[in-house]
């Protein structure tokens, strides 16, 4: 594990010095930022082939409604017969989840890298570097200390703040217009009746982008520019991929 977390360090110093001409003492920071893109980038493809998926899922919800009907007095049937027409479409269930659970080591990686205060034995050099006067490897919390919210380091989480606040309220003003446009059917269990909590849920996931603002406040300053970065580009990257799709498959979430 320290080897490999040596060998990840160089990569981001290898970035950091390409970057360095252009973004000067902040091209750790805008090392960070290239690399969630290029996360992003190798994973798009899942990410379309998840929107090709889910939108295959929507249309066959008439015919999961009715197996629903048919087999409400027998969930193991019921169940038995779900997959079998999932199986005959060619769809999976769980493509949604892919994109996101593969984006999960990267972000665990970086997060580990800057609150780790030495690499293969060796001081972290990392921690030092900084974007805009704000360590990488300090938290909201250490701003708050050295100046506060409207400090050298503060202005810097406000700013992230922003960017994410944006992007939240961006994904439930659309998400908000897809349920007004595409009302929603209840979700049913495997006896047929409504899930418990589920019409609760409806109403709350709009508001489930916002909780990235807590994930920025309590992580390192890099870990912080990775979940905005990918937050930002989810955010236009789902906009695009689920444009014609009903509101109960294209709802955000958060992500990394």
């Not at 290029?38 to 929107?51: D, G, Q, W, Y």
């Amino acid at each position: 594990m320290s080897a490999f977390m040596s060998a990840f360090a160089s990569l981001v110093g290898a970035l950091a010095d390409l970057l360095q001409p252009l973004f000067q003492t902040a091209s750790t920071a805008a090392a960070i930022v290239l690399f969630t893109a290029l996360v992003r980038l190798a994973v798009h493809p899942l990410s379309r082939a998840a929107a090709r998926g889910q939108k295959a899922r929507t249309k066959l919800q008439p015919q999961i409604t009715e197996l629903r009907k048919k087999h409400a007095k027998n969930p193991e049937r019921m169940q038995k017969a779900l997959m079998e027409l999932h199986a005959k479409e060619k769809v999976s269930p769980f493509s949604g989840c892919l994109p996101s659970l593969l984006q999960m080591p990267a972000f665990f990686l970086l997060y580990h890298l800057f609150s780790s205060r030495s690499i293969g034995g060796d001081p972290n050099s990392l921690l030092g570097h900084e974007l805009f006067g704000a360590p990488l490897g300090e938290r909201w919390h250490d701003a708050l200390a050295d100046g506060g919210p409207f400090g050298t380091q503060g202005l810097v989480y406000l700013a992230l703040f922003v960017i994410v606040a944006a992007v939240a309220t961006f994904n439930y003003g659309r998400t908000k217009r897809q349920m007004a446009a595409n009302p929603v059917t209840p979700a049913t269990g495997p006896d047929g009746q409504p899930v418990p909590g589920m019409g609760a849920m409806t109403k709350v996931m709009p508001l489930m982008s916002f909780l990235t603002l807590f994930s920025v406040a309590f992580v390192p300053l890099a870990a912080a520019l990775y979940i905005v970065t990918s937050t930002t580009w989810t955010a236009i990257e789902r906009a695009y991929l689920y444009r014609d799709t009903p509101a109960t498959v294209a709802a955000p979430a958060p992500a990394l």
